[in-house]
């Protein structure tokens, strides 16, 4: 499967009479977004605002965020099963906007919506404080149910991002990247001398809040399977959770995986990148033990030499993680495990819920109970009040002046466990 | 100034070997011994103001003695920095500077250092505590480690950031510090894989711990007189959640009463869980902590009786050293009010 994914680089947001790209600036008709995301009877009113890298703003609590994309060749359209028909997608040509997110906001859903702030000492541990961000805050009915609340303000965001990227459906994009997977067999005869490599994705299906969803599939209703990396990158698997802000995959960052991309760019030098097999983090046992056969099977099956395993979430997951690393390790393949860290606000802690031996090879994304401090900020977009509840935050986070003091675990996409970040741990 | 004070054993105090390994804690003005070469390393920013002496046999038989008493000595010099050994591979004097510089950050609040050798074993004791300068394991290493030991010292007492164990020479505390790194997480992880695919040395970052497991206790030989207690980590609260319990990352648990309780309603209780969706607890918290079902076990006589107080805490990502101090302390109060067995509930 080959797609070609054409970046068109996004230097300022704008609203406008029309929704376009011209000359790196993106033009929003307010009006016609707002049109495309609403006509959910579940909430009672829908603001767009615009927050910019660099400003005094700070947006809270962030549920989504995603980057639009367009499909311009090819089957299928982008979301499938959420947005677009189930058709397969991830060959012929998509478009992104680099440089903007559709962030949807507004009352809490769950506790673990998040905190960006687009300048400022939180500025640097989020991706998001580094694009141009279109905010849709929503406000839900009274006493709407969580669950209704998490997939209507779901939806509003995929539209958005599908809305906006049609602006780039018609752009020569500045930047063409070519991902390709060949079948197995032909993978095998351009590649015959170098290691077999996959990418073991766990995707976070606790259920109560946490769900993921593959071309529109609950994904806790899935056993592992096999995904080629570029169907990921056309919106295959969209996130629906609330789990803390900081190691959850927003769905911005399925799209981006850095693991995908960095495994790519390395395809066919060091090693023969095969494919991605995605498994889910389910919370009763039985589901543990036969997804984790599942992902040691697929990667026996698949002749691997050696796998990436990413975690999403933390806690019960640590548990998937180390049974997804022990049982593949025992098969005689490499294991390599990216995760977040636990590690308490002094970070004395033991750092994750379960070890094991074979785990000997962790790129880890940073303690998330670090605290921080968060000075005021002009603006807020959204609500501040939720800081001391949400995950991360805890009585008295918020201050009169409007700073806050928390975990680190509030900063949505802070400690990405499939290493969209820099940041890391070590032990002092 | 930084005022210092020094301890040492009775064989670098010149009192003598293990003939005097007896000898009771004295303190005396000034320098003493190795403090020499301390002096030299420490330089003009700091004075070595008084030198304690204690024998290691006296100190490792009278622990809290001993302690009690340097304490009372070190306290009337008034220091900002405290410096022991180094005790390189010397196991009792090294357990006894560990001892007392944990005794004097704890009392007297000002930082304090001493070195040893890694298999010493007061490093396993003390690493946590307090900065240990790895050092050789004889008194050859001196010139090495009294260098490193002033620098650390010093960085110490001026208050100033420490750096990573390799660059300051200290053994790791266990300490989890974020840190920023030139390269983002994917690409480091793809980078080790090739490493170890290629048989290449690679650095984990996070070195596996010795992992906590607990073997299940042997069963309860009669239920029906049982004494059953429920403790939860899926955050039951009375409704308002009185303790403040944190949604996520908790540092409290509350312990509350079930007097008269026989169902838990929607009026009455709660989760202050945040890490699922509460509705169907709070619709009915029995459906996490089973209120319901025990009063009814109790009334048919399968267990003797619900213990009166539960024990709710948050699990979600509450630290496991918070979760475990949480449950010795209150893993005491269980067994004094003669609980036999506890039905633990997460979500």
């Known amino acids: 499967m080959r797609l070609e994914l054409g970046n068109i680089f996004i230097k300022d947001v704008q609203f406008g009479d029309v929704t376009k790209v011209e000359k790196g600036t993106l033009y929003v008709n307010k009006t016609e977004l707002l049109e495309a995301v609403s006509g959910d009877p579940r909430l009672t009113k829908i603001e767009i605002d ?83 961000n279109i905010v849709i805050v929503c406000t839900p009915v009274e006493n709407l149910q969580q669950h209704e ?46 290691p077999r490599v996959a990418y073991v994705y766990m995707l976070q299906t606790q259920g109560l809040l946490h769900d993921t969803y593959v071309y529109g599939v609950d994904a806790k209703k899935i056993v592992p399977t096999l995904i080629y990396p570029t169907e990921v990158m056309d919106g295959a698997i969209v996130s629906g959770n609330c789990v803390s802000a900081c190691d959850k995959n927003p769905t911005y960052n399925h799209l981006n995986n850095p693991i995908i991309e960095d495994l790519y760019e390395r395809h066919g030098k060091d090693f023969n990148f095969v494919g991605v097999i995605i498994t889910n983090e389910n919370v009763t046992l039985a589901d543990k033990e036969r997804s984790s056969n599942w992902t040691a099977k697929l990667a026996e099956y698949l002749n691997l030499d050696a796998v990436i395993i990413s975690e999403e979430g933390f806690g019960n997951p640590d548990t998937d993680l180390m049974m997804n690393c ?27 819920a379960d070890a094991d031996k074979s785990a000997d090879a962790v790129v880890t994304a940073g303690n998330a109970n670090e605290i ?40 949505t996409g802070s400690t990405s466990e499939i290493g969209f970040n820099t940041l890391s741990a070590a032990e002092y | 100034m930084i005022r210092v004070v020094h301890y040492i054993n009775q064989f670098y105090g010149g009192i003598g070997g293990e003939e005097k390994a007896d000898v009771k804690p004295e303190i005396r003005e000034g320098v003493v011994g190795p403090g020499m070469a301390l002096k030299a390393a420490l330089g003009a920013e700091a004075e070595i103001v008084a030198t304690v002496i204690c024998g290691d046999s006296y100190f490792n ?49 000002i930082p304090v250092i001493t070195g040893m050798f890694i298999g010493n074993p007061g490093v396993d004791m003390f690493k946590k505590d307090i900065y240990i300068i790895e050092t050789a ?27 990573m164990p390799k660059e300051e020479g200290y053994i790791p505390r266990g300490v989890r510090k974020n840190i920023f790194k030139s ?46 207690a429920f403790v939860t980590s899926g955050g039951i609260v009375p409704k308002g959640n009185p303790d403040r319990i944190e949604s996520s990352s908790a540092s409290k648990y509350g312990k509350y009463d079930l007097t008269g309780v026989n169902d838990l309603t929607a009026e009455t209780y709660e989760t202050a869980h945040g890490g699922y969706d509460p509705t169907y607890a709070n619709i009915d918290a029995d459906r996490v902590l089973p209120v319901d079902v025990m009063r009814d076990l109790e009334k048919e006589g399968v267990i003797g009786e619900l213990h009166r107080y539960y024990y709710s805490t948050v699990g979600n990502g509450t630290s496991v050293a918070n979760a475990k101090k949480f449950a010795e302390t209150f893993a005491q109060e269980l067994i004094k009010d003669g609980v036999q067995a506890v039905i633990l509930t997460s979500t």
């Open chain 1, 50 to 132: 615009i927050a910019k890298p660099g400003e005094e703003t700070r947006i809270m609590p962030v549920k989504d965020v995603i980057e639009p994309r367009v499909k311009v060749e090819g089957p299928g359209g982008i979301f499938p099963g959420m947005i677009s028909k189930v058709d397969v997608v991830g060959s012929g040509k998509t478009n992104a906007l680099k440089g903007v997110a559709v962030v949807t906001a507004g009352k809490i859903v769950g506790f673990q919506e998040g905190i960006i702030d687009m300048s400022g000492p939180g500025a640097k541990y989020t991706p998001f404080s580094k694009t141009q």
């Open chain 1, 149 to 194: 609340h998490e997939q209507a303000v779901r939806m509003v965001g995929l539209k958005a991002a599908a809305y906006i990227g049609e602006a780039g459906k018609n752009i020569t994009p500045d930047e063409v990247k070519v991902y390709e997977t060949p079948t197995l067999m032909k993978g095998m005869e351009q590649y015959p001398n170098l």
């Open chain 2, 183 to 228: 390269e983002r997480g994917s690409k480091r992880a793809v980078d080790m894989l090739v490493a170890k695919l290629k048989g290449e040395k690679f650095e984990t970052e996070y070195p596996m711990p010795d992992f906590d497991r607990v073997a299940p206790n042997p069963p309860v030989a009669d239920m029906k007189k049982a004494k059953i």
């Open chain 2, 137 to 163: 394991n004889a008194a050859t290493g001196m010139r090495q480690a009294i260098p490193a030991i002033a620098k650390l010292a010093l960085k110490l007492a001026k208050n100033e950031d420490i750096g």
């Open chain 2, 61 to 109: 038989e009278n622990i809290e003695e001993a302690s009690a008493a340097i304490l009372e000595m070190v306290k009337r010099y008034n220091p900002d920095l405290f410096i022991a050994g180094p005790a390189f591979n010397a196991g009792r004097y090294g357990v006894a500077c560990g001892s007392v510089c944990k005794a004097v950050k704890d009392n007297l609040n």
């Open chain 1, 326 to 352: 022990k049982k593949i390790s025992a098969k005689g393949i490499k294991t390599v495990l990216v995760t977040d860290e636990y590690a308490g606000r002094d970070g004395a802690s033991q750092s994750l």
């Open chain 1, 372 to 411: 921080i401090s968060l000075p005021p900020m002009k603006k807020v977009i959204g609500y501040l009040e939720p800081a001391d509840i949400i995950a991360g935050g805890f009585s008295g986070s918020l201050k009169e002046d409007g700073s806050i003091v928390a975990e680190l675990q509030v900063i």
